[in-house]
């Protein structure tokens, strides 16, 4: 038998250079395209007090994180440029790394998916996909932190997912570190506020102390420090007034003192020449 020869391709001819001018979209086309329309809002029920929860926790974030992270709330997250079927509208969502900034929707294949999500459960989720089906949603959106808050749930009102190896991991309800919010550096409490009940808050602190003020208390804080300044300012001007006058007190009594050693001195420099007189008179 003989041997089989391998087969010599021949070399790959190059590719003719494109035609002068010729552009995408220059040519003939089947059909005009079809962009994907991308809605900004639809139609859904909001009950008043998950309104002023969800605004509150927007403006907090807002107020502390403008300068370094772009946020949004109730805005619709697409991660799928060929639809609009894949979408989200977290309560509040946090980019880090882009300055605030105003938006009508965010899609992730032109800003990058968010690096944090948070829900906020009320009444109005009555009807919306249940929470399995939403947390494969924000998996798919790449959304690599996922807090949902119950206020209702006395016992368990903060849940946490973290984005593990390609899947979202919920944090044991026995994890000591079940509040931190990792992207913020921050951390999460609840706060019992007199007309909202629940309130999900931001801390410095893991107890929940050092709270991050909503805009109110901002305001309340910046009047409060302005009038501690204010009556500082007064209590030194005070001060500043009483020694000026101690000091005009001391110089006077100084003054009055040095007038009363030369009275002294003159009346000892008197008697000391009547005493030298007597002794020169003849006796």
Not at 76 to 84: E, G, H, I, K, M
Not at 112 to 119: N, Q, T
Not at 194 to 210: H, K, V
Not at 223 to 229: D, G, M, V
Request: with cysteine; proline share 9%.
């Amino acid at each position: 038998m003989s041997a089989i020869e391998p087969t010599v391709r021949p070399p790959t001819a190059p590719r003719p250079p494109a035609a002068p001018g010729r552009r995408v979209g220059a040519h003939v086309y089947s059909r005009p395209p079809e962009p994907v329309y991308f809605p900004e809002a639809e139609e859904a029920p909001e009950t008043n007090r998950h309104l002023e929860l969800r605004t509150a926790l927007y403006l907090i974030l807002k107020r502390e994180l403008a300068h370094t992270a772009t946020l949004g709330s109730d805005q619709f997250v697409y991660w799928d440029p060929r639809t609009s079927k894949k979408r989200l509208a977290p309560d509040a969502f946090v980019r880090l790394g882009v300055p605030h900034r105003t938006f009508r929707i965010w899609k992730t294949w032109l800003h990058g998916a968010p690096d944090l999500g948070v829900e906020i459960v009320s009444d109005s989720d009555e009807g919306e996909p249940d929470w399995d089906e939403k947390l494969e949603r924000y998996r798919a959106a790449g959304i690599r932190e996922i807090v949902r808050f119950h206020p209702e749930d006395r016992e368990r009102p903060i849940r946490v997912w973290d984005a593990l190896d390609g899947d979202l991991v919920e944090r044991a309800s026995d994890d000591p570190d079940l509040r931190a919010c990792e992207t913020l550096g921050l951390w999460w409490a609840v706060v019992e506020d007199p007309s909202l009940g629940p309130m999900l808050r931001l801390a410095r602190d893991r107890e929940g102390r050092d709270l991050l003020p909503t805009p109110d208390e901002a305001e309340a804080q910046a009047r409060e420090a302005e009038a501690t300044a204010r009556q500082a300012e007064a209590t030194a001007r005070q001060a500043e007034a009483t020694a000026r006058e101690s000091e005009a007190k001391v110089r006077e009594a100084n003054e009055k003192l040095a007038a009363e050693v030369q009275a002294l001195r003159a009346e000892l420099a008197q008697a000391t020449g009547k005493r030298r007189t007597r002794r020169r008179s003849p006796g």
